[in-house]
Structures are given as structure tokens and as C-alpha cells.
């Protein structure tokens, strides 16, 4: 398993030594249940993770893929703000303005037609209103090592503002995302890729103490590979 973890992450470099970052992008997923020979390691990466709506789409092959490090949400205003509404007037006017910069904030998404986004921050019910109505699945508050192992196995670049997308930033060398139930949970899955240069390690065993000695012995052969 380690070794196939280097294979998978290596980057050859002409001239020099290949460079083999097992740490930050061969992460280790254990999952209790099952046995030994279930151990696998993926050619791309696997997050505990749900779509944030259960009609979003949890299967996509050849996604167009968005990666966010902003919140996609009405932005409130700093620390605690007073507002004061006396007519029903001007309560529908707030519920506007608040539509129409989250409308903005997904055209800008949706102008560079993703199939999947995934952010680091917070989505709101009406960003996915817009997204999932353009059949757009979206993945929330991933974390940034996450976030930045998806980007090395899909080719795409991470933008921290959505006014910022452009067509550079959409990854598309992932060829299957899939949404699973495994034991308990769910996962995300982001496989078949390409030329991952990221994995997830996966760990299966009948208990958490057979899962941690698994591990204790897969971080041994990741210092030998």
C-alpha cells in the first residue's frame, strides 16, 4: 500500500530527485468494518463527506470541477449589526438585496459551467437553490489539505473569490465523482483520475484498535517508501 501511495504521488523531476510528499498528499481514511484484503489505496481522493442537498446529483462521470476557499453566503456585516425595520417594505427589501448578491455570487460560479463545487466555507440555502436548479452538486466546509489534494488530482486552481473564476481554474481531470454510503457514512469520492499525483489511503478493519495498529504500521512503510 505505501509503495503504490509513492508511485501514485510522485512528480518526476528532470535532473533531480522526484519529489514524494506522502504527508501532505496521501491521506489515510479508516473505516471500521470489513477486513484486511479491503485495504486499498485510490487513484484519487475520498472525503467523510454528503452533497449539501440529498436531490443534488451524486454521481457525475468526467466532472467539471470548482474549488472555493470563500463562503457562498450573503455577507453580514462586521461583528454585531443594528438594523432597524419598521415597515414590511423594508424587510422584503432586505430579503432582496440579500437574493440578488447570492444570485451574483453563483452567476459568476455558474458562468464557468462546473458540474461540482467544493468549498472550504459555508454554503447557504439559497446559494443551492440557484446552484442545484442549474444541476450543480456542491460539497461544503472540506478542509483546506482537502481542498488542496483535490486540486492536485483534478488540475484545478483554487479560487478564493467566485468573481475571480475563470476557465483556468475549472479541474476536469477527474473522471468519476460519486457519493457512497459506507458503513455509517457517507463519502465523497473523487476517482479514475487522470494523473492523480494525490490518493486516499484506505483502511478497513473489524475494530478501531485493529485500524489504528494498521496505521501505526502504514506510517512505518510510508518513512522506508
Not at 472525503?47 to 436531490?55: F, I, M, P
Not at 443551492?128 to 482537502?146: A, G, P
Not at 490518493?199 to 478497513?204: M, N, Q
Request: net charge neutral; aromatic share 4%.
Amino acid at each position: 500500500l505505501a509503495l503504490k501511495a509513492a508511485q501514485v504521488v510522485k512528480i518526476d523531476r528532470p535532473g533531480s530527485q522526484p519529489e514524494i510528499d506522502l504527508k501532505r498528499y496521501a491521506k489515510v481514511e479508516k473505516i471500521p468494518g470489513g477486513d484486511l484484503s479491503m485495504c486499498r489505496v485510490l487513484d484519487g481522493v475520498m472525503l467523510n463527506k454528503d452533497v449539501t442537498n440529498g436531490r443534488m446529483r451524486r454521481f457525475i462521470r468526467n466532472p467539471r470541477i470548482v474549488l472555493l476557499d470563500c463562503t457562498l453566503e450573503y455577507k453580514k456585516g462586521e461583528s454585531e449589526t443594528s438594523v432597524e425595520v419598521t415597515k414590511e417594505a423594508d424587510w422584503a427589501a432586505l430579503l432582496r438585496q440579500e437574493e440578488e448578491e447570492v444570485q451574483k455570487i453563483c452567476d459568476h460560479i455558474l458562468a464557468v459551467k462546473p458540474d461540482l463545487v467544493i468549498t472550504e466555507k459555508g454554503v447557504s440555502d439559497l446559494a443551492q437553490h440557484f446552484l442545484m436548479k442549474q444541476n450543480v452538486s456542491v460539497v461544503r466546509r472540506v478542509k483546506k489539505t482537502d481542498n488542496n489534494r483535490i486540486a492536485r488530482i483534478c488540475g484545478a486552481t483554487i479560487a478564493t473569490r467566485a468573481e475571480e473564476l475563470t476557465e483556468a481554474h475549472v479541474g476536469t481531470g477527474c473522471g468519476t465523482f460519486k457519493v457512497q454510503k459506507v458503513g455509517d457514512e457517507w463519502y465523497t469520492f473523487l476517482v479514475d483520475c487522470k494523473e492523480p499525483k494525490a490518493c486516499s489511503v484506505v483502511l478497513r478493519g473489524g475494530s478501531k484498535d485493529v485500524l489504528n495498529e494498521i496505521e501505526r504500521n502504514l506510517q512505518d512503510a510510508f518513512c522506508v517508501a
